[in-house]
């Protein structure tokens, strides 16, 4: 089956490449692909002087854009997909790639990643982060190092349906992972990343005494996860025994476990998170982002909203007065 999948390409010089190469893959024989380049901060610039000035730089950004848009489309990725092409001054650029996704009715967007630091990605935000958080069709994130991983599509679910998750989010993520497995030709392991009730109540604060666990909780609480992992397994037409449950918290086991088997992607269900929950904790999906090698594709769980308005703005403008 074919799919529309929006590309977001961006100013910097890159892996666009490797982005292609992902959207082609992905999109099957006859998909559909738009190219989008938002022209965000570079939209808003204004130099002093008459209008004309103004209207002939824009109209020169455009014309630049639209002609690195066209080059691309040509790649040799992209001969069997129809390629579409698109600039956009609607802004900021997160929002401007949303609402597009939203008009074409995407069911993919794909967008690279140079990687952020803890402080930058919390405090200020950027443009694959917001989209994380606001885009509501699954994000494709290609990272920069991630070429030529040979081995299997990781489905990381979550059977306990921990911090709140809904129950067939882990479904998405199950079929999503594998319809990508199969495209990509590549094996499907699903995991889950658990860790001991000892652990969890000797590291929670407390006012009180200690509370003793006795060591066969453990045992029963692992019998559950597989009982229930078994159980998603069955709903999303999968047979038992492809899961792993690897005891560790998530951001430290997923990634080493990606490391170890070389693998291709990772597929990730995420709940969006606002304010200062999201200023001080983040989420899990956040520190395993960062943490892996491979791409990552992210799930928005059956009837997210996603908090970006509908209606397109353009940017207020910036003005350089002249010398």
């Given amino acids: 089956m074919s799919q529309r999948i929006l590309v977001a390409i961006g100013n910097t010089l ?10 082609a893959a992905l999109a099957g024989e006859g998909g559909r692909i738009e190219l989008l380049h938002a ?14 000035t103004l209207q002939g730089l824009q109209r020169s950004l455009k014309s630049s854009a ?21 600039i956009t001054e609607d802004y900021p650029v997160h929002e401007a790639i949303v609402r597009r996704a939203r008009h074409i009715g995407a069911d993919l967007v794909v967008v690279d990643s140079h990687g952020h630091t803890r402080a930058g ?34 489905a990381a679910i979550d059977p306990n349906h921990a911090a709140a998750k809904p129950v067939a989010l882990d479904r998405q993520i199950l079929r999503a992972a594998h319809d990508i497995s199969v495209r990509l030709k590549r094996p ?23 509370v003793w666990i006795p060591p066969e909780s453990d045992a029963q609480y692992e019998q559950t996860l597989r009982r229930l992992g078994d159980a ?37 269900g995420a709940i969006s998170r606002t304010g200062l929950e999201r200023l001080m904790l983040g ?19 059956r009837g997210f909203r996603s908090p970006i308005s509908r209606a397109g703005r353009l940017a207020p403008p910036i003005v350089v007065p002249q010398p």
């Fill in 283 to 301: 989420s899990t999906a956040q520190r395993v982002m960062d943490r892996v090698p491979c791409d990552v594709l992210v799930i928005k769980p």
């Fill in 14 to 23: 890159g892996q666009h490449r490797r982005v292609l190469q992902r959207a």
């Fill in 121 to 154: 990605r919390w405090l200020f935000g950027s443009v694959d982060w917001e989209l994380v958080r606001t885009c509501p069709c699954p994000l494709l994130i290609v990272k920069p190092r991630a070429s030529r991983q040979r081995g299997p599509v990781l």
């Fill in 188 to 210: 499907l392991r699903a995991v889950h990343a658990w860790q001991p009730l000892t652990y969890l109540y000797a590291s929670a604060p407390t006012e009180t005494a200690p």
């Fill in 66 to 86: 639209l002609r690195r848009l066209r080059h691309l489309a040509a790649a040799p990725a992209l001969r069997s997909q129809r390629v579409s092409c698109r």
């Fill in 39 to 52: 022209l965000g901060d570079a939209g808003r610039l204004a130099l002093g002087g008459s209008g004309s």
């Fill in 232 to 268: 998603e397994l069955r709903r999303a037409d999968l047979a038992s025994g492809q899961i792993e449950y690897l005891i560790g918290a998530p951001e430290e086991v997923l990634p080493e476990l990606a490391r170890q088997s070389h693998a291709e992607l990772i597929v990730m």
